[in-house]
């Protein structure tokens, strides 16, 4: 369970760090400068409640507490995460912010992954 309380960590890092990123700050890496053209605050409040989602979902594993809310996370995340690259692509924005969806999209699959591999090894109250 350690493994997947650790990803969805790292998932809801990267939910608050694009939520960031929405609201036009940018991270400087050496000579590279990560940031989105344009701020959205609609996305930031989407991926900034993600975030916050996976966060609980997290603590929830640390804590051996309910896999049904981390199901429900994952879902949650999941279904907002596809709203919002559906945006991307019929606005044609592209660039980082398709790609952070890519990433996004990476994190949730090898979390349904790990939660459907723990299925029977937990215990789902």
Request: hydrophobic letters at 60%; aromatic letters at 8%.
């Given at each position: 369970?350690?493994?997947?309380?650790l990803l969805?960590?790292?998932?809801?890092?990267?939910?608050?760090?694009?939520?960031?990123?929405?609201?036009?700050?940018?991270?400087?890496?050496?000579?590279?400068?990560?940031?989105?053209?344009?701020?959205?605050?609609?996305a930031s409040?989407?991926?900034?409640?993600?975030?916050?989602?996976?966060?609980?979902?997290?603590?929830?594993?640390?804590?051996?507490?309910?896999?049904?809310?981390?199901?429900?996370?994952?879902?949650?995340?999941?279904?907002?995460?596809?709203?919002?690259?559906?945006?991307?692509?019929?606005?044609?924005?592209?660039?980082?912010?398709?790609?952070?969806?890519?990433?996004?999209?990476?994190?949730l699959a090898?979390?349904?992954?790990?939660?459907?591999?723990?299925?029977?090894?937990?215990?789902?109250?």
């Amino acid at each position: 369970m350690n493994t997947l309380a650790l990803l969805t960590t790292v998932n809801a890092l990267l939910y608050l760090t694009a939520s960031l990123l929405h609201t036009g700050v940018t991270i400087p890496l050496g000579s590279l400068v990560i940031g989105f053209p344009a701020p959205s605050q609609p996305a930031s409040i989407a991926e900034g409640l993600i975030g916050v989602v996976l966060s609980v979902a997290a603590v929830t594993l640390f804590r051996a507490g309910s896999i049904r809310l981390v199901w429900g996370a994952y879902i949650f995340a999941l279904a907002l995460t596809l709203v919002g690259l559906s945006i991307i692509i019929a606005t044609g924005t592209g660039g980082p912010d398709l790609w952070i969806h890519f990433f996004m999209l990476a994190g949730l699959a090898a979390g349904f992954a790990l939660l459907a591999a723990a299925r029977g090894r937990t215990r789902s109250t």
